[in-house]
């Protein structure tokens, strides 16, 4: 069993719409980390929480720790929101990644 | 905003040749780490390195594989004897602190292609 389940494993929008994209964890963590991969392969960070509730633009995470589950929303969904979507743990010193939420947001 | 850049972008080379991927931190940084992603597959940790030693690695982080940071700037991963299941898109990472509550910057990767 993965230490890190993420669903769905795809997700196919229209424009406009409110995403959830889950996460959960069977181990301890530090911290939380959601990630944003596009189709030429480069990460960019967008949240990471060890606690409560984090909000930058359209995009919000939540974790709930004691059922060591996280979410990620993004309200009012866009074409540009299209990419492969991934949670990571932090243990230790060393990233714990999930298999990754494609999601494609059609015009 | 400062980035952590990686050379080259995309790489091919023969099996049982030796690869030098190379990255340039973020320059207040100080821990650096590799990452490796096969096509279709999840991201996986390879190395963690602070202070010019390796401080975490992988199961996957055999004999095959070392990292060095040469100079003040560059943090590289050598692979001795490319196999063709080393092709993978490899990913440099670097973060201000170690503790597993710091974010990590990653690099665009360098796809690297074994034939």
């Known amino acids: 069993k993965n230490e890190v389940e993420q669903s769905p494993q795809n997700l196919t929008a229209q424009e406009g719409e409110f995403i959830t994209i889950n996460c959960s964890y069977s181990?301890?963590?530090?911290?939380l980390h959601w990630l944003q991969q596009h189709p030429g392969g480069g990460i960019v960070s967008l949240f990471m929480?060890?606690?409560g509730k984090k909000k930058h633009g359209r995009l919000i995470a939540t974790i709930n720790i004691q059922e060591k589950h996280s979410s990620l929303h993004i309200t009012a969904s866009h074409p540009r929101d299209s990419a492969v979507y991934i949670c990571a743990v932090s243990r230790v010193s060393r990233l714990t990644f999930g298999e990754g939420t494609q999601l494609t947001v059609n015009p | 905003e400062p980035e952590v850049t990686q050379t080259p972008s995309h790489q091919v080379t023969q099996m049982g040749q030796e690869v030098i991927l190379r990255c340039v931190p973020i320059?207040?940084?100080?821990?650096f780490y590799w990452y490796r992603q096969i096509l279709g597959q999840k991201v996986e940790f390879l190395v963690s390195f602070y202070n010019n030693e390796i401080s975490e690695k992988s199961e996957i982080f055999d004999d095959q594989f070392s990292v060095e940071r040469p100079d003040g700037s560059n943090f590289t991963l050598k692979i001795r004897s490319t196999k063709l299941e080393d092709s993978a898109m490899y990913f440099c990472a670097s973060s201000r602190g170690g503790g597993s509550n710091t974010e990590a910057f990653f690099g665009q990767g360098t796809r690297l292609t074994v034939v």
């Open positions: 320059s207040n940084h100080l821990y």
């Open positions: 929480l060890s606690s």
């Open positions: 181990v301890g963590i530090s911290a």
